[in-house]
């Protein structure tokens, strides 16, 4: 079992930026892909980035170049740095652990976050 603990969403003005933290609890943080994903109002939940357990990083062509996600193994925290941030951008994001694959598609993600509202203004 793992608990995630989303923080660090706000109100932001377009072009500025913020960092989400996901604080991990329960099994080896380290033997789970993290994944960011996010869900605007009457959207589907939509893949942001993910970090594998090898330590590689994949992101949304939507995110690419802006948004970098990271961990802290020691303090089994992962991030989202959101960068250059844009209107479309609002949203609830949610961290997600999978547990045994490196996947980008929400229904493989086996634990997930309460969430936190990012809004991004114009």
């Known amino acids: 079992q793992v608990q995630l603990v989303e923080s660090g969403g706000g109100l932001v003005q377009a072009g500025g930026s913020l960092r989400l933290s996901c604080a991990a609890s329960?099994?080896?943080?380290?033997?789970?892909?993290m994944g960011w994903f996010r869900q605007a109002p009457g959207k589907e939940r939509e893949f942001v980035a993910r970090?594998?357990?090898?330590?590689?990083?994949t992101y949304a062509d939507s995110v690419k170049g802006r948004f970098t996600i990271s961990r802290d193994i020691a303090k089994n925290t992962v991030y989202l740095q959101m960068n250059s941030l844009k209107a479309e951008d609002t949203a609830v994001y949610f961290c997600?652990?999978?547990?045994?694959?490196?996947?980008?598609?929400?229904?493989?993600?086996?634990?997930w976050g309460q969430g936190t509202q990012v809004t991004v203004s114009s």
């Open positions: 970090f594998s357990r090898m330590g590689s990083t």
């Open positions: 329960g099994r080896t943080f380290s033997s789970y892909t």
């Open positions: 997600a652990a999978a547990d045994g694959r490196d996947t980008t598609t929400a229904q493989e993600y086996d634990y």
